[in-house]
């Protein structure tokens, strides 16, 4: 069929722009962009090509091994050929594959076959062929394009781990993966960023920039480590499987990963997948990005046979990315509690750190100037702080003179009356001209009832919408005099869900001071604001009584939140809400830390599920340890309290080398 003139674009795109990022990745180990994004795009080449063949060229990525040799090192033609492997990503990939695997078995021999998998974890380092001759190590090589290599003989051989001679005089090639522990590469960024070098983008670029030098002494000089896991040629019987395969290496003084698995279906190997995606990833000290997935008997394996650019029988199964590409397809705008406007980018939709994603914010115009966004660009999207969905990147090769310029508007329906809009003084912020529409109104309510707040059970967003569009909802104190019977006469809702929510009501009745404030949508006032001001006044008496010079001298607030708390205290409005809201609630004092603890002037960051704690209770943990806790990783950032899902605070906190520690960790530390 004909290839629409627009996907031949975008093929073109795709090929020139992966072969660019490969390039610097592979050749001269730098990161423009992250090793997950180059991924998405390779991906999306590899769709695009299944649907449309007649896109497939022979200099295409999908075909053939990345890297060329370095000029300075000498080259290394390659006795047995080095190949790539294939990515998967999420579990209907891995189940093509075991079908594609079945059916070519089957068609080989005439009958079903029984495949079983080895299951290695995927390392994120250096390609190396290791060649030794009567057992000695005779030469050590990079893949390069997988016929001519680098000799990087004399920097391998500084690698401890790499024996210089096996214990039997035998003939051996075998391929492998050179890697920087995380801990060392930590190190070496905060040595280089003492020394005004520039840092290494992560512990791959850092281990191949150790081995690609011609002064052995920098490889000496760094933890580089190496995992063996493929007999290219032998002087001895092969191995009949995958698994005695790494047995025989690791007899042979061969370092290989104890961390491998024999599994005997799919459903075995999503089980492993799965698992090294949480804790127990953390524990080791090397970068894993997926698991590498082999069918175990060798029989099978030369009956599969390999491609023009790699075996048949192995694949890639990738973790799920934090970082992928999309199309920004259009802008539009949402209303926040305080009546700022955010516009929102609506994207193709694309599976980012497990979860599909459509939807990016881009936090004001400011934001969207600066990176230059347009409706129609290529980005790069990732999850920050862990659940909302971000661009971090326009990959601006990838425009066609289409893309369209976006301005904030003047005006919107979401404002209500003439629905004009207005930038907020001093800031990049752009607001509803009048105050209250029905969109902001109900996100403030819901915000108030929500989980940093009042945490009432079973008033979502949804519920606090509907109890407004009934006219029984349009104020904080609204909450606290619904009925049994007017919320049983909404729809959906059966004798046991409404006494459930009245009840569960009443149990908020006594809210601590601190939560109480983060509830009312105070501008700038956040749940550590909240808890700073909550401490300091302990009543909400003396923080209405006080003044704006004593709001300023507050540590940790600053002249622009006391003015605006100051301010949302002095109007009529809020006067009398707050002394509704006396009527129905209890507010408990919040204690301020006594002398020093444990962690004291330590900034404390909490990130995923732990598994007793509520991020709250941790938060409230740290400050009562003497911490200042904060909602992001940064510089200034002592430890990361990490639990299940952490996300990109967790890879931030790497980067950084910031301190990470368990829940368990956590409470010893601090003697709960």
């Known amino acids: 069929m004909a290839v629409p003139s627009d996907k031949q674009k975008r093929a073109k795109q795709l090929r020139a722009s992966i072969a660019k990022y490969r390039s610097l990745y592979h050749e001269q180990d730098q990161s423009p962009i992250s090793p997950e994004a180059l991924d998405s795009l390779k991906d999306e080449l590899v769709k695009l090509e299944a649907k449309y063949p007649e896109l497939v060229t022979k200099d295409s990525p999908t075909q053939k091994v990345a890297g060329n040799v370095l000029p300075e090192l000498k080259k290394v033609k390659h006795e047995v050929p080095q190949w790539s492997l294939d990515d998967a990503f999420d579990e209907s990939d891995l189940r093509g594959f075991d079908e594609r695997v079945k059916r070519m078995l089957e068609k080989a021999s005439g009958k079903a076959a029984k495949v079983t998998y080895a299951c290695e974890l995927k390392i994120d380092g250096l390609h190396i062929v290791l060649t030794y001759r009567k057992g000695k190590l005779v030469t050590a090589a990079t893949r390069g394009d997988g016929v001519v290599g680098e000799d990087v003989t004399h920097n391998v051989r500084t690698i401890q781990t790499v024996p210089q001679t096996l214990v039997r005089p035998i003939d051996l090639i075998v391929e492998g993966e050179i890697y920087l522990t995380r801990s060392g590469f930590n190190k070496l960024n905060k040595d280089r960023e003492k020394q005004g070098l520039p840092l290494f983008a992560n512990p791959r670029n850092a281990a191949a920039g150790s081995i690609r030098q011609l002064d052995s002494s920098i490889a000496a ?34 370092p290989t990963n104890p961390q491998t698995t024999l599994a005997q279906s799919v459903e075995e190997v999503l089980s492993v997948w799965k698992k090294w995606q949480g804790k127990v990833r953390d524990k080791e000290d090397y970068q894993i990005d997926g698991i590498v997935l082999k069918v175990n008997d ?44 955010t516009p929102v980018a609506h994207l193709r939709p694309v599976s980012v750190a497990g979860s599909t994603v459509s939807r990016a914010t881009l936090h004001n115009e400011d934001f969207i100037r600066e990176k230059d966004i347009r409706i129609g660009d290529t980005v790069i999207l990732q999850k920050a702080g862990d659940i909302i969905p971000e661009i ?47 969109d902001q109104q109900y996100r403030k309510l819901a915000h108030f009832a929500g989980k940093t707040a009042l945490d ?21 104190d609204d909450f606290f005099d619904l009925t049994y019977d007017e919320v049983l006469a909404l729809p959906g809702f059966k004798e046991t869900s409404a006494r459930n929510l009245i009840d569960a009501i009443k149990e908020k009745r006594t809210v601590p001071f601190d939560r109480f404030l983060a509830g009312l949508s105070i501008p700038h006032v956040g749940e550590e604001t909240a808890y700073l001001l909550a401490t300091e006044f302990s009543t909400l008496a003396r923080l209405r009584g006080t003044s704006l010079e004593a709001l300023e001298r507050v540590p940790g607030i600053g002249g622009i939140v006391a003015g605006a708390v100051y301010h949302w205290l002095s109007a009529p409005s809020n006067e009398e809400l707050l002394a509704r809201l006396e009527t129905h609630l209890s507010l408990e004092t919040v204690e301020k830390p006594k002398g020093t603890g444990p962690l004291t002037g330590i900034t404390v960051v909490v990130t995923g599920t732990l598994p007793t ?12 340890a003497g911490a200042s806790v904060s909602g992001s990783v940064s510089k200034k950032t ?35």
């Open 613 to 624: 704690l509520s991020r709250e209770e941790a938060e409230q943990a740290a400050r009562k």
């Open 392 to 438: 971090v990147q326009v990959l601006t090769e990838f425009r066609t003179g289409k893309e369209k310029v976006w301005k904030f508007p003047s005006s919107s329906e979401l404002c209500g009356g003439d629905g004009l809009i207005e930038r907020v003084p001093g800031t990049a912020a752009r607001r509803c001209a009048v105050p209250g529409s029905f």
């Open 456 to 476: 009432i059970d079973g008033l979502g967003a949804k519920t606090v919408k509907l109890l407004m569009e009934h006219e029984l909802l349009s104020e904080f």
């Open 298 to 341: 060798r029989a099978q394996q030369e009956a599969l046979g390999y491609t023009g650019k790699g075996p048949r029988f192995s694949i890639a199964l990738k973790f799920p990315a934090e970082q992928v590409t999309t199309v920004v397809e259009t802008i539009t705008l949402q209303v926040g509690r305080t009546g700022v406007l």
């Open 221 to 254: 000089a760094r933890p580089l480590g190496a995992f063996l896991y493929d007999i290219d040629a032998l002087s001895e019987p092969m191995p009949p499987t995958q698994a005695e395969e790494l047995a025989y290496l690791a007899a042979l003084g061969i």
């Open 638 to 672: 002592g430890l990361l309290i990490a639990g299940e899902n952490a996300g990109s605070k967790l890879a931030k906190a790497r980067e950084l080398g910031v301190e990470v520690i368990s829940e368990a960790e956590f409470l010893k530390r601090i003697a709960l």
